[in-house]
């Protein structure tokens, strides 16, 4: 796993392949992508070339910023994958996907999206939980997409299924320009995670 360094980054962001959702949602990635390129830092994603995460590694790529894509072979073959990245990792699965991706970033971003976006993100949520993932998870609640995940998140926390202390595991913004001020003021995961994984 990487240091987290402020500058030079490994940032990873978790979005949406729709293309057809409100233009906003790509706007946002675009300027995201731009943001991450300019201040020095790498992004790495799902290596996809179309809606939010085409958009985000579209803005990286046009600042002249790195963009590590990780994509399945069964992706590549469908010709999902964007052909301008400055590196293309082919993996065997899903699951392969998602571990590399973890173990090549040191910070997170998730963006509004649908169900592979909810499950890369709950995954290194749970893998944070478990003190298997330390590292910052900043989570863009663009328009208050985020508002139903977070109140069941809490009702999680109130019905004792989760410890209080979980809610520190990830930092909500709501705009692109608080993206990397709250990666940079995130406090430190404890190490002893997992000694409160469970209530
Ligand atoms: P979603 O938020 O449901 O659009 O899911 C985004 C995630 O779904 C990506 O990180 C991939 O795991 C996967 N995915 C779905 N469609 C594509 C695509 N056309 N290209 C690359 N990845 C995709």
Redesign the pocket.
Known sequence: MQSANSTGRRILV?????GSCEPHFHDAAEALGREIARAGHTIV?????????GAVAGGALSEGGEVVGI?PRF?RE?E??HPGLSELRLVDD?QQ?KRDMLATSDAIVTLP????????LFEAITSKRLGLFPNPIVILNQRGFYDPLFELLESSVSERFMNEAHLEMWHSVERVAQVLPAIDAAAHWPDDAVEFATL
């Open positions: 978790f979005c949406a392949s729709s994603y799902g290596g996809g070339a179309v809606g939010s995460m994509i992706m469908l999902w994958a899903m996907r999206g649908g169900s592979g976006t909810f499950e890369e």
